[in-house]
């Protein structure tokens, strides 16, 4: 099954930026900014702006079988890339 990946950059509350991929079953791309503002909520982040201009489509791919699991369950997985926390 091929997964939808959306390229993700947001500035954190200390100015820095978070950069993460949401790959999701979905192509829509309000459906993704909500993965990404349900995920920078659980980091602390809820004020970061995430609109079309911050997630963007990327591209299609095939995903592990511990992602596909996480996506089934959640709508969603979190690839980080860089400046998020551990």
């Given amino acids: 099954m091929d997964f939808h990946v959306f ?3 947001v500035k954190a509350k200390d ?3 978070i950069h993460f991929d949401v790959v999701t079953d979905n ?3 309000e459906k993704a900014i909500g993965f990404a503002k349900e995920w920078l909520k659980t980091i602390g ?3 970061s ?4 201009e911050e997630c963007k489509f990327c591209h299609t791919q095939s995903v592990p079988e511990d992602m596909e699991i996480e996506i089934m369950t959640d709508g969603y997985s979190i690839s980080k890339m860089e400046g998020c926390p551990n």
């Fill in 27 to 29: 192509s829509d791309v």
């Fill in 15 to 17: 100015g820095h930026t």
């Fill in 49 to 52: 702006t995430v609109t079309t």
């Fill in 45 to 47: 982040e809820e004020l």
């Fill in 7 to 9: 390229d993700t950059y």
